[in-house]
């Protein structure tokens, strides 16, 4: 088992849990240290250290033979950089250990803490689930703690802190070097909540104080549209339904109910795909349904700080609250981001990833070639839809967007009929045209593909670069209302490793960063959101960022095969932008209460967007 493969490789296993509060009960606010407690496994020896006793230097002399074991280790990383301690080379986060064992398709149970892991081992425990939400609500509150507290939260902490020692008796042996390289991203994971977004003070006041405002307009706009909100501000399914069937459009049902499908992901699809009122609706939709209040914590230095939970995904991607986390919000609501004076944000993107890993994992050449020649989407578009030879994303966006939209379910086995509905062709000929074109072009990455759910059925697992497995969890559990198991879908095995690689490179790119000093406010899927000073440092810190952005891509998928990074530069006195979200704020300026903020025409200033190549970006640094 697991504690017996570190006893073997390490001198010391030192296990560490910490408890802090946010003052104000504001997440936005860096947390103030409580207490932390420790236990050594080899010697059994052990300690606690109180607040006043935390001022002291560090008690941890870590060496290359310690091993540091922690649940999220995010949390006890951020106490030790407020604490000003060095943290430790070697990392073993369990939090991570444990969701792999639980990474299954179907998806069974997606709670991964401590508690559940405790739970799902049988594991009994001297604190009850209510004694420990107890505790919790008291570290939260924040100091002053009576002499009785205190002795409680020491006893809570320490009790966390050898959970873990019965826990590593029941799980496996992992990869060290895998699940070292995971405590190694939760060094940058700790430093990017720390740091949060930055916004503009004033807007955030200004919507937080008028929201109910901004509510009431957006949900009258869907209404226009078609009435599907009631009275009392409930979106209606059933008129969602009406609306759908009267206007012809195509939407997958959930196999629950069969309404239609109503996850973020599939709504944002639709609307890139259908775009008009759809758009409009999934817009005002995804900005009313997880914000029922206006309140992102957004600390009293004007940073917005959230957990990213890392890991939550199937593919290993985090996934931060899309109430909390300004980057998951409505597009138009992401235009609250400013740089403080004397910085700019830099919003760091891979281009075109999926098909440069898709064209590695299946080792075709064709695709990997058509990614270094150019724009791929673009060309296929330009194929496809028969466009000038001089065509690009700025002349024609829509048309690129459906033939991406196309290319990524091509990757993950959609067929002929779903790919026309995508590209908005209900007489299913673009997508017969573009599969045709695609499968003859790319014949190893199709092979591949069909291989990969065989393969899957084969060894009970799919895997991606760097060793994160999505497990077969057989027939799944049994719906009694629908009658059915919730059996694997093959869209979902075939879209795994492709996006998991992504995640791979992602957590390298921000290891990376994190190491070379450059500060990363956020991770957004496939980017990263930086902030540098704008002082004679700031050209060679931006493209150095972007230097070790495709050295990361190379580390994961091998050298020669770096992805290309775009950039958009955002310096103080420009807001962030988002196209898709421009047209929302100007109509949103239209609320007496909201009319006298300056986004929507965001007073004329934009981001500079910057497309280095990877050869010129090289040759800075090589």
Known sequence: MLREQLLRHFDRIILCDTEFFHPGKNEGNIQVPICVC???????????????????????PFSERDVFICYNAGAEFATFNVLG????????????VFRQQICLIPREDDRYGLAAALEYYGISTPLSKEYKSTMRDLCLRGFPFSNSERARILAYCMTDTTEMLTLMEHLPEVDLNQYLSYGRYMRAVAHMEQTGLPVCTR???TLRDNWGDVKGFLQRQVNAIYPLYDEDGTFKKWRFEEFLRGRGYYWERTTKDGSPKLDTEYF??????????????????????????????????GFCRTGILPFASQTSRNQPSSSAFVMAMASWLRSLLMAPPGYALV??????????????????????????????????????????????????PEEREKVKVMTLGTQYCMGAEGLSIRAGDPV????????????????????WKDAAVLDFADKGYAETALGWRLYNGGMGSFDPETQRHNKPNVRSITNFPVQGTGADILRVACAMLYEAGITICAPVHDAVMLLLPTDDTFSYRLHYALYLMMKAAEAVLGGGNALKVEAAIYPHGTYYTDPRGESIWREVKQIPSIAGLPQGHMQGKTGTEIKPSIAAVKQLFE
């Open 85 to 96: 301690w060095p943290l430790p080379l070697c990392t073993l986060d369990l939090l991570p």
């Open 347 to 396: 919003y760091a993107d891979y281009s075109q990833q999926e098909f440069l890993i898709s064209a590695i994992l299946s080792g075709d050449e064709q695709m990997r070639a058509d990614y270094y020649s150019g724009d791929v989407y673009m060309t296929l578009a330009q194929q496809l839809f028969n466009l000038p030879s001089d065509a690009t994303k700025k002349t024609h």
């Open 203 to 205: 807007t955030h006041t």
């Open 268 to 301: 944002k699809d639709r609307a890139l795909v259908i775009g008009g009122d759809i758009a409009r609706i999934y817009e005002r939709w995804k900005t009313l349904q997880p914000l029922k209040t206006f309140a992102p914590p957004v600390g009293e230095d």
């Open 428 to 447: 299913n000929i673009i997508g017969s045209r573009f599969l045709d074109e695609f499968e003859r072009r790319y014949r190893v990455f199709d092979a």
């Open 38 to 60: 420790v236990y050594e496994v080899r010697t059994k020896a052990s300690f606690s250290l109180w607040c006043e006793n935390l001022r002291m230097k560090s008690p941890f």
